[in-house]
């Protein structure tokens, strides 16, 4: 099915580029944002070849990779996260169109859980990791050292800054094409059932959404030799206990007690 950006969401029109470099760093667009050095320039062209998309600002393309442990090192106040907000608002924006038109026979509800699955941090930072965003990333020394380019959180936050920065560039429309591209593929992986489902945060999102409150996980007890343990985890909800699940650690007897508790729920 061949969607297209509908609604009065098509008519978005561009601020000035003066008031884009503005807005993003508080200066002048002449002083905004640092010449890039040809190597960063042949990179960056690359990405975009590989990616299948366009930019007129590839200094507004580089911001997007460009995290804020660098602010936090260099006393620079220049970094990606107005840019991830900016693009986190777009990528539902894109999710909520696209749901909305495909899947007319479900409500309200259906429709938000699906989109909770296709916007969170575990699909977005594969996306990001397909399209080679890890190389890109400009990381202060300390979140380099730390593994920065494989966290998931920033992976996705990357590519959410990619987003704004498309939108800025090129206007909504190039940012619904790019965004729908892989945002469509994930919505047939829900409805197929072949995502992966991260229920812990599908669970607290639940819980934040509709009683307020967060998912409290108990460990009921430990069982088995030392190299073959079981844990017991049961999770309490706005007063309902979930449970107990087992697992091989901890973790993993979390997770299952918040899958019991989320399909029971939800």
């Known amino acids: 099915m061949n969607l297209k950006p509908s609604r009065m ?4 029109s561009n601020p000035s580029k003066s008031k884009i470099f503005q807005a993003l760093t508080g200066r002048s667009k002449a002083a905004a944002l640092p010449a890039l050095e040809p190597v ?3 990179d960056l062209t690359a ?11 590839l200094e507004l393309l580089n911001l997007s990779f460009m995290h804020r442990s660098v602010s936090n090192e260099t006393n620079n106040k220049i970094n990606n996260e107005r840019l991830e907000f900016l693009g986190d608002a777009i990528l539902g924006a894109v999710a909520a169109d696209l749901l909305y038109e495909k899947l007319k026979d479900k409500d309200e509800g259906a429709l ?8 969170s941090a575990d699909v977005l930072s594969e996306v990001a990791l397909e399209l080679r965003i890890d190389a890109l990333l400009i990381l202060g020394r300390g979140e380099e050292l730390s ?7 920033i992976l996705a936050d990357a590519l959410e800054a990619l987003i704004g920065a498309i939108y800025l560039d090129s206007g909504y429309k190039s940012a619904f094409d790019f965004v729908s591209r892989f945002i469509s ?10 995502h992966f489902q ?23 007890k430990r069982t088995g030799p030392e190299h073959a343990r079981v844990f017991w985890v049961e999770v309490s909800i706005n007063g309902e206990v979930f ?3 087992i697992g091989s650690n901890k973790k993993n007897a979390e997770r299952e007690a918040a899958k019991l508790a989320y399909e029971a729920l939800a």
Do not use: W
């Not at 969401?9 to 978005?12: A, G, M, Q, S, V």
């Not at 593994?147 to 959180?153: F, L, Q, T």
């Not at 991260?198 to 009921?220: A, F, G, T």
């Open 47 to 57: 990405f975009l070849k590989a990616v299948g998309i366009k930019f007129k600002s």
């Open 9 to 12: 969401l098509t008519n978005i």
């Open 40 to 42: 960063r320039k042949k």
């Open 243 to 245: 449970g107990p699940a």
């Open 198 to 220: 991260d229920y812990k945060s599908l669970l607290q999102e639940h819980c934040q959404r509709i009683y307020k409150n967060y998912p409290s996980y108990r460990l009921v």
């Open 185 to 194: 593929a994930e919505i047939e992986r829900v409805l197929e059932n072949r």
């Open 112 to 119: 938000a859980k699906i989109k909770s699955v296709v916007v």
């Open 147 to 153: 593994g920065g380019r494989s966290k998931k959180a």
